[in-house]
């Protein structure tokens, strides 16, 4: 059964920098994007980024847009979220996901309640102040 793994959360001073990384045990299934979700305490899962598979075309939430970088490497079937220039808002468990159907912006559109193919367990990212 593929899983996917995350990896890099940690707790971080505003203004710090995290890689998150994202590795799929295989590819057992024709992927189109992977992407990572967010969700802070008390509020809901929200789309953070997304790339997709084949071309690396990525997509960002305007949230993140400019400090958070998507990346993919497709010989290891691992996806990076280099996040730079941390705010107290970026705290949260980190989510990452992976389908074969959707392109990043749709990953964008659809959100955290369209049926993706698999979601990893989530890594928390603190961001103190």
């Known amino acids: 059964q593929v899983q996917l793994v995350e990896s890099g959360g940690g707790l971080v001073q505003a203004g710090g920098s995290l890689r998150l990384s994202c590795a799929a045990s295989?590819?057992?299934?024709?992927?189109?994007?992977m992407g990572w979700f967010r969700q802070a305490p008390g509020k809901e899962r929200e789309f953070v980024a997304a790339?997709?598979?084949?071309?690396?075309?990525?997509y960002y939430s305007d949230s993140v847009k400019g400090r958070f970088t998507i990346t993919i490497e497709n010989a290891k079937n691992t996806v990076y979220l280099q996040m730079n220039s941390l705010k107290d808002e970026d705290t949260a468990v980190y989510y990452c996901?992976?389908?074969?159907?959707?392109?990043?912006?749709?990953?964008?559109?659809?959100?955290?309640?369209?049926?993706?193919?698999?979601w990893g367990q989530g890594t928390q990212v603190t961001v103190s102040s």
């Open positions: 996901v992976v389908d074969h159907g959707v392109t990043p912006q749709a990953m964008s559109v659809l959100g955290p309640d369209y049926e993706y193919d698999l």
């Open positions: 295989a590819r057992t299934f024709s992927t189109s994007s």
């Open positions: 790339i997709n598979w084949n071309s690396g075309y990525p």
